[in-house]
């Protein structure tokens, strides 16, 4: 299995490492392998290139920009310097290119194989993001679990998201960057970094001081299958290309949420055959039923979070 190099991490003493994360290229069994699992159980995610094919990929991405009601119904959440990230999210996969994706045997089949679980696979609520150029701003850091817990989802462990790039991630475009190890921390508190939910930085700084810094720089089509207790954030865009991605949100049937109103996280997945999202006839987002941020109850306060310090130092 090669290795390549797709980060760097830091201490509070100021040390600088090089990581070498290991990847592979998708099997076309649409399974993973050992190694994959292994990795995503020890590390909190893994890196499986060429997920989607070049000729997928960029059927979505084309969707994603021309689509009207993904933009009318995108959301823009601001970060602590005030700079907007935007993104849309919606809940029941349905017929559309990002519905396929979403349902394909191969997504439901590695996603099943991860989650801590044997009952059915189901779809929490996936998002498009758009990192415009100079304009899209940060995620402060965050672990998905840390909004998921105001849903009052029980168990972490069978939940999980997958990132597909849509664009080309790097540094300069503000790339996710994860904390190696960190979903073994368990659930952090957090609390409101502008408009968005973030970790206490006491134990993010902890974090970095013990576990390694991953840039994830990755390719159009590749996937990161990553768990909800994983650290993560990304930087604002800088540079003159945009960042796109679809993030896609699972759950195990078993997992009950007793605070939210969608029903899609319980409904097992309607599998199609991966053909689907290249060569199906797609139908408009505009069938898809979408989150109001005022509706979005991970960004309603319930008191206990202003007792987090979830600013970073310096």
Known sequence: MPNILIG????????????????????????????????????????????CSEAETRRMYEVAI??????????????????????????????????????????????????????????FHSK??????????????????????????????????VMVALTPANKQNGCLQVIRGSHKIGRVNHGFAGEQVGADMVMVENALKTME??????????????????????AANLSEDPRWSIISCFNSQSNIAYNET???????????????ILTWDAAPLSEADFLKKENDPALKNTGWEEEMNVKPKG
């Open 213 to 234: 810094l991953v840039y994830c720089e990755i390719d159009p089509g590749d996937a990161l299958f990553f768990h909800p207790n994983l650290l993560h954030r990304s």
């Open 66 to 123: 021309q689509d009207e009601a993904m933009q009318k119904n995108a959301m823009d959440l601001n970060d602590q310097s005030g700079k907007k990230t935007r993104l849309s999210l919606w809940f029941n996969p349905g017929n559309d290119v990002f519905g396929y994706l979403t349902r394909s045997e191969k997504m439901v089949r590695c996603v099943g194989q991860l989650l801590h679980s044997d009952a059915p696979v189901c779809h």
């Open 8 to 51: 760097q991490g830091g201490s509070g003493k100021g040390l600088l490492f090089f990581i070498s994360v290991f990847y592979t290229y998708f099997d076309l069994t649409m399974k993973l392998n050992s190694d994959q699992i292994n990795r995503y159980q020890k590390d909190g995610f893994v890196l499986v290139r060429g997920f």
């Open 128 to 161: 498009l993001m758009q990192k415009e150029p100079k304009v899209g701003g940060a995620w402060e850091w965050h672990q998905d679990y840390g909004y998921w817990y105001k849903n009052q989802f029980m168990y972490p462990d069978q939940l999980l998201s």
């Open 262 to 276: 969608s029903t899609a996280w319980k409904k097992p997945v309607d599998r199609v055959p991966d053909e689907a």
